[in-house]
């Protein structure tokens, strides 16, 4: 997603110089000046940053329409997999770069065989005709069972429920496997329905996550996003108020700025973290994902959704993104295997990854009540999820909004999965 083509629709970042993005189009505001706390945790952040630069690209590019949306997966251009590799797998002495299961289900303190019984839906536009068979390469390298059309496990359709698939677009066929490869890290006993979008329109992509609530999912992911604007309380209510299932949506990759459907009041909106290993009691430490202000996870203050009733922070009067988070950043990414139009096992990262890994723990958690929203359950239990203290996605008024504190903060939400807990109603 090319960056200048996507910062017209974010809310104004104090400090940030948006003018020349926006062509002079809005007046910004004058910069705000920092408390000494602020500047001291915005310098800790450039640090954080400053370790994790890497070089990547955008699977889809920037929506080019009102109502659009673009996928949101980023992919690693600077990594060199073994020469081990065969056609389909590596060797057990070469395994692919980037976290695999065992990597992320320690991070997050999650079962190993989770899922059992529950149906997560990947809802993504166009099609992938490999999609099948490369969720066989990356459930076979890392060992999990297999899912398959065969066996009942895995379901392709398009968005009305039939095989009448959309036009194949590599982009969105890397966001594809991004999905599917992390519910199946996440949740390896879940059954996976795929369901296809016609286009990136908001009327395609909600018309395809009704149909996934239909054919019994239980839980949706949702890696896209696009411009905020005054129709979204209406497509809220035709395409995302679906009490018992758990809907998970990705906050986006442009730093400070909400961005729909994250900011829906009836979803799960999943900030991104960069994920590295240390010498803690947990092994693990995380901060902000932000590699500049105009890349890392989205955050911000909806100007249209109104605020759920179990969201309490008093700096955003409306709905604030996010409610939760997980690991999104290029440079800490996720093993991937994509061969439609690629090169096969790359690293990924953007919010596209945090979004099906939270719908993976929901599914692990089990079936939400009837009448609930899920995305209430973490601030039922935020004791029970890692809280991300450090870094920052921008510069803003007030400054939770955009750095992370102990406690809620835009950015990373309540925190990252430690357990079930926070993702099981009561």
């Known amino acids: 997603m090319g960056k200048a083509s996507i910062s017209h629709r974010k809310p104004v970042a104090i400090g940030f110089a948006v003018a020349a993005l926006l062509g002079g189009a809005v007046a910004v505001a004058a910069p705000a000046t920092a408390s000494p706390v602020s500047a001291s945790k915005a310098n800790a952040a450039q640090a954080v940053a400053a370790k994790h630069q ?30 081990a590799f065969a056609a389909h797998a590596v060797t057990a002495a070469a395994t692919p770069s980037g976290y695999g299961p065992s990597d992320l289900l320690s991070a997050y303190n999650l079962p190993a065989n989770g899922g ?20 066989a390469t990356y459930r076979s390298q890392y060992g999990l069972p297999d899912c398959t059309t065969a066996n009942g496990c895995f379901s392709k359709v398009d968005q009305t429920g039939g095989s009448n698939y959309p ?105 991104g973290t960069s994920l590295t290993k240390d010498s803690s009691s947990r092994g693990w430490s995380e901060s902000v994902w932000s590699t500049s202000s105009t890349e890392g996870t989205g955050s911000g203050c ?50 596209s990854a945090s979004s099906p890994i939270i719908a993976g723990v929901y599914a692990d958690a089990g079936t939400a ?36 504190e102990v406690g809620y903060d835009g950015p990373t939400g309540l925190g990252t999965p430690n357990g079930l807990t926070a993702f099981t109603a009561g």
């Open 54 to 83: 890497v070089h990547t690209r955008h699977l889809c590019a920037a929506p080019k329409h009102h109502r659009m949306m673009s996928c949101l997966a980023e992919m690693r251009t600077d990594v060199t997999q073994p020469h």
């Open 116 to 135: 059992a019984g529950q149906t997560i839906a990947i809802v993504d536009a166009q099609d992938d005709p490999n999609a099948e068979s490369d969720l």
């Open 167 to 271: 036009t194949a677009d590599s982009g969105w066929a890397g966001e594809i496997s991004l999905d599917l490869d992390m519910v199946s890290a996440i949740a390896p006993q879940a059954h996976i329905i795929l369901v296809e979008a016609s286009s990136a329109n908001m009327s395609d992509l909600g018309t395809a996550v009704n149909e996934a609530v239909s054919l019994g999912a239980t839980q949706v992911s949702n890696s896209y996003g696009g411009s905020e604007d005054s129709s979204d309380t209406s497509a809220d209510n035709s395409y995302f108020n679906h009490p018992g299932v758990a809907i998970t949506v990705s906050a986006g990759d442009s730093a400070y700025g909400a961005e729909y459907p994250a900011s829906s009041q009836y979803v799960t909106a999943v900030g």
């Open 302 to 351: 909806s100007a249209y959704e109104p605020k759920p009733s179990w969201q309490t922070d008093t700096g955003c009067s409306n709905r604030t993104v996010a409610d939760v988070s997980a690991v999104a950043d290029p440079a800490t990414g996720v093993a991937v295997y994509d061969s439609y139009q690629a090169s096969g096992w790359n690293v990924y990262g953007g919010t």
């Open 369 to 404: 009540g009837s009448s609930d929203y899920p995305s209430k359950y973490p601030y039922l239990h935020t004791s029970a999820l890692n809280d991300v203290t450090t870094g920052s996605n921008g510069t803003c008024d007030p400054a939770y909004l955009c750095t992370a």
